[in-house]
């Protein structure tokens, strides 16, 4: 097979180890269409042939809403401990700073305040890329106390979902999250505050069973996967074909679970429009 190989000064070099572009110029989405990396992050990682929305972070989401990205981070510094001494095919702890490691986070959720069009919000934006954005007691933990901030200095709360569901390895611990962050929101509507709920993809599990849809408007990017059971598993257990779309936000909003979906591209200006409404202060252009 030497034609598949490249000669020089007597040294073979295959050819997929002899590129002209560095690895990761270019990303190619699950439609097949190609786009400059630079140009994909000009757009908000979203293409702009297919509109597939790539899956980004808290980083990216801050940077997103927070003008100029400027923000106060909140409890940056909260870890998770192993109360229950857990360990599969690695101890917990283990996994936790592999995590840590890997993507430079302390856990699955940031939370933050700073000005999104000029006026003071609270966002709290979880990270798939640690253990699966799953939830464990820091996030749920986080999430709280994001929450009573909102409520000591009157400010509205943004909460973006992207998770896999409930940490299994704090087992009930992560369960309880699920209450202390639901009766958190409780308060917050006490308040009178507004809490806005933005699904990504994938906002499942016991994030979908909580927070995530008891927004005071729940909205979504197009073809976020939101579900409680994952599809695979829907359709393992019934046994039965799934329609077109199942799980995705567009189905979701036709089955009246989501008030819109939005790009990301209209996600700021939207949030913001829906928390003067429910203010009722002047709409901010």
Same mark, same amino acid.
């Given at each position: 097979?030497?034609?598949?190989?490249?000669?020089?000064?007597?040294?073979?070099?295959?050819?997929?180890? #002899?590129?002209?572009?560095?690895?990761?110029?270019?990303? $190619? =989405?699950?439609?097949?269409?190609?786009?400059?990396?630079?140009?994909?992050?000009?757009?908000?990682?979203?293409?702009?042939?297919?509109?597939?929305?790539?899956?980004?972070?808290?980083?990216?989401?801050?940077?997103?809403?927070?003008?100029?990205? =400027?923000?106060?981070?909140?409890?940056?510094?909260?870890?998770? #401990?192993?109360? /229950?001494?857990?360990?599969?095919?690695?101890?917990?702890?283990?996994?936790?700073?592999?995590?840590?490691?890997?993507?430079?986070? $302390?856990?699955?959720?940031?939370?933050?305040?700073?000005?999104? &069009?000029?006026? &003071?919000?609270?966002?709290?934006?979880?990270?798939?890329?640690? !253990?699966?954005?799953?939830?464990?007691?820091?996030?749920?933990?986080?999430?709280?106390?994001?929450?009573?901030?909102?409520?000591?200095?009157?400010?509205?709360?943004?909460?973006?979902? #992207?998770?896999?569901?409930?940490?299994?390895?704090?087992?009930?611990?992560?369960?309880?999250?699920?209450?202390?962050?639901?009766?958190?929101?409780?308060?917050?509507?006490?308040?009178? /505050?507004?809490?806005?709920?933005?699904?990504?993809?994938?906002?499942?599990?016991?994030?979908?069973?909580?927070?995530?849809?008891?927004?005071? !408007?729940?909205?979504?990017?197009?073809?976020?996967?939101?579900?409680?059971?994952?599809?695979?598993? +829907?359709?393992?257990?019934?046994?039965?074909?799934?329609?077109?779309?199942?799980?995705?936000?567009?189905?979701?909003?036709?089955?009246?679970?989501?008030?819109?979906?939005?790009?990301?591209?209209?996600? $700021?200006?939207? +949030?913001?429009?829906?928390?003067?409404?429910?203010?009722?202060?002047? !709409?901010?252009?």
């Amino acid at each position: 097979m030497a034609w598949f190989k490249r000669k020089d000064k007597g040294i073979q070099t295959p050819t997929e180890e #002899k590129k002209d572009t560095p690895k990761g110029l270019w990303y $190619k =989405t699950p439609s097949g269409k190609v786009i400059d990396t630079d140009e994909l992050k000009k757009n908000l990682y979203v293409s702009p042939e297919d509109g597939y929305h790539v899956r980004i972070g808290s980083h990216e989401y801050f940077e997103l809403f927070f003008d100029e990205n =400027t923000f106060v981070e909140l409890d940056a510094t909260l870890t998770s #401990k192993d109360p /229950l001494k857990f360990e599969d095919t690695k101890k917990y702890p283990d996994r936790l700073k592999a995590a840590q490691s890997k993507t430079g986070l $302390k856990d699955a959720v940031r939370t933050a305040v700073g000005k999104s &069009n000029g006026k &003071n919000i609270v966002i709290a934006s979880m990270d798939f890329a640690f !253990i699966g954005g799953s939830m464990g007691s820091v996030v749920g933990e986080k999430i709280a106390r994001a929450i009573d901030y909102a409520i000591k200095n009157e400010l509205p709360f943004l909460m973006v979902s #992207k998770s896999g569901g409930a940490r299994m390895m704090e087992a009930s611990l992560s369960l309880m999250q699920m209450v202390k962050t639901s009766v958190k929101l409780a308060q917050l509507a006490e308040a009178k /505050l507004p809490y806005i709920s933005l699904c990504t993809d994938p906002t499942t599990g016991g994030i979908t069973a909580s927070f995530a849809m008891l927004g005071d !408007i729940n909205i979504a990017e197009p073809n976020a996967l939101i579900a409680f059971a994952g599809p695979r598993i +829907v359709k393992d257990t019934t046994g039965k074909d799934l329609p077109e779309g199942f799980q995705r936000s567009e189905f979701v909003l036709e089955h009246g679970f989501l008030d819109a979906i939005y790009e990301r591209k209209q996600l $700021k200006k939207q +949030v913001n429009l829906y928390i003067d409404l429910i203010q009722n202060q002047p !709409i901010r252009a």
